[in-house]
């Protein structure tokens, strides 16, 4: 019997430790995320951005392969040429001599020609063409850096929504928790006082109703968590099945651009703001097409030299001694006539091109301008929201703390404790709202300005 027990007291001894090991493996399991750390995960696993890298790379070889267009090109060559008819090269007689008609007719060169040796051209002028290619293709990698700045700002103002939507989520779980905590405490109130017979019937059932009622909001809101929770470990890149834990003060932000008018914001974002400059880019790339479609019809002028070593031979028995070293340079001048008025259209297309970026230039300006006021005016109304609903926060809760105390002495109504709960659930509810507002909206305006970076968080 004995023996017995000191197995029960090991096995259950064995298994505590099971389990407080299990627990300690889940604890260290969760990941703690601060704002920050969130950040530079989006920044480093977002696809987006990581695309966006890539087009800026690959920007960066198209203008270097248009810069070369401005170097000699060296290349080897060789060929070899069968003649089927060779020339005939005729020499007249004198007709004193040989009388009239007299000739020589003699076949010249070869069967087999084989020749080999090094070519270089030289571009000297392409009626510009070529300064302008290179001009469009920096261009080109400028609008690339500037939409990787773009989808950068994109990324962080998405991970912070996400992450404030998380801590939202939270303190709207706190919210609703107290509220059933305040119900609870009610209910064991009122169940005393009923059973001291100082309370009614119709006030106990009205209590266990208010009790069951706040309950469910607690189950949503706990859902609502897990869902931001989820949305978030998208936008990282997470593991669905990594537990982690959002650390951050839920309040309202510091740095913001409430307090700079909107003129001056209008006019920093047609300075900043990344999807202007690309559209400003875009125009001057328009205007380079129109250059570039020009130089067609201008003459270009071109070097070539070559050095190379040629063999005639009727067979193929070709030896070193064969081969007869020649050289040559020039200068090639073309100039184009006629090409099917191929040139013509594409002239008139990128003067087409251009006039429809400048439309879009223009209409982009008013839709930076209307977004920027809008999200203005949001973050000066969810300012005034904070500012009021602070103050209600706190006077719900006193009106609460009240309540109770002259319920408790007879003094109030079970509806008025009833409203007072209530009352503190909603200002709860909408200062925490509105903070989530305001600081998104800030980060929504930077954003729209273009100064959204990291740094500014902190």
């Known amino acids: 019997m004995k023996h017995r027990k000191l197995q029960f007291i090991f096995g ?14 889940a604890v260290h399991a969760q990941e703690s995320l601060t704002l920050e750390q969130a950040m530079q995960k989006a920044l480093v696993h977002n696809p987006a951005l990581r695309s966006a890298e890539q087009s800026v790379e690959q920007a960066g070889h198209s203008l270097s392969a248009a810069r070369a267009r401005m170097y000699p090109s060296v290349s080897l060559a060789g060929s070899y040429q069968r003649t089927f008819d060779r020339p005939e090269f005729v020499i007249p007689l004198p007709a004193a ?55 950068r700002q994109q990324t962080i103002e998405g991970v912070y929504s996400a992450f404030y939507g998380v801590l939202l989520a ?28 100082a309370a009614s019937r119709f006030e106990r059932l009205r209590a266990e109703v208010q009790f069951a009622a ?3 909001n607690l189950t949503e809101a706990r859902n609502r968590l897990a869902t931001a929770v ?11 099945g990594k537990a982690i834990q959002v650390i951050g003060a839920f309040e309202p932000r510091s740095h913001t651009l409430l307090h700079t008018d909107v003129v001056s914001l209008i006019a920093k974002a047609y300075l900043e703001r990344p999807e202007y400059q690309m559209q400003q880019l875009q125009k001057d790339i328009g205007l380079k097409k129109i250059r570039l479609t020009r130089a067609e019809f201008l003459p270009t002028v071109a070097l070539s030299s070559a050095l190379q070593w040629q063999a005639l031979r009727d067979d193929f028995s070709v ?64 300012h005034e929201i904070i500012q009021s609903q602070r103050e209600v926060t706190e006077q719900a809760k006193e009106g609460l703390r009240l309540a109770n105390l002259l319920y408790e002495e007879g003094a109030a109504t079970l509806l008025e404790v009833i409203d007072a709960q209530l009352a503190v659930t909603q200002a709860g509810t909408s200062y925490s709202r509105a903070i ?23």
């Open 97 to 151: 001599f040989f009388g009239p008609n007299a000739e020589i007719r003699t076949e010249t060169g070869a069967e087999h020609t084989f020749a080999g040796g090094m070519v270089l051209e030289q571009p000297l002028y392409a009626g510009g063409a070529i300064s302008t290619g290179i001009g469009m293709a920096a261009d080109g990698l400028k609008i690339a850096r500037h939409a990787l700045s773009a989808v």
């Open 230 to 240: 989820e949305h978030l470990k998208d936008l990282l890149g997470m593991d669905k």
């Open 319 to 382: 030896g070193s001694g064969d081969f007869n070293r020649t050289s040559y340079a020039g200068v090639a001048i073309r100039l184009p006539l006629f090409s099917g008025f191929g040139s013509k259209a594409r002239y008139g297309e990128a003067q087409a091109e251009l006039r429809k970026t400048q439309i879009q230039e223009a209409n982009l300006k008013n839709v930076i301008a209307t977004e920027i006021r809008a999200l203005h005016n949001e973050l000066m109304q969810a």
């Open 436 to 458: 989530y507002n305001f600081n998104t909206a800030s980060i929504k305006l930077e954003r729209a300005v273009g100064t959204l970076n990291i740094e500014s968080m902190r």
């Open 214 to 216: 706040v309950k469910p």
């Open 12 to 25: 259950m001894t064995a298994l505590l430790c099971i389990m407080v090991a299990a627990g300690s493996e």
């Open 170 to 197: 939270q303190n709207l779980t706190e919210v609703a928790a107290t509220a059933v905590e305040n119900a609870r405490v009610n209910l064991d109130q009122v169940e005393r006082r009923y059973k001291e017979g």
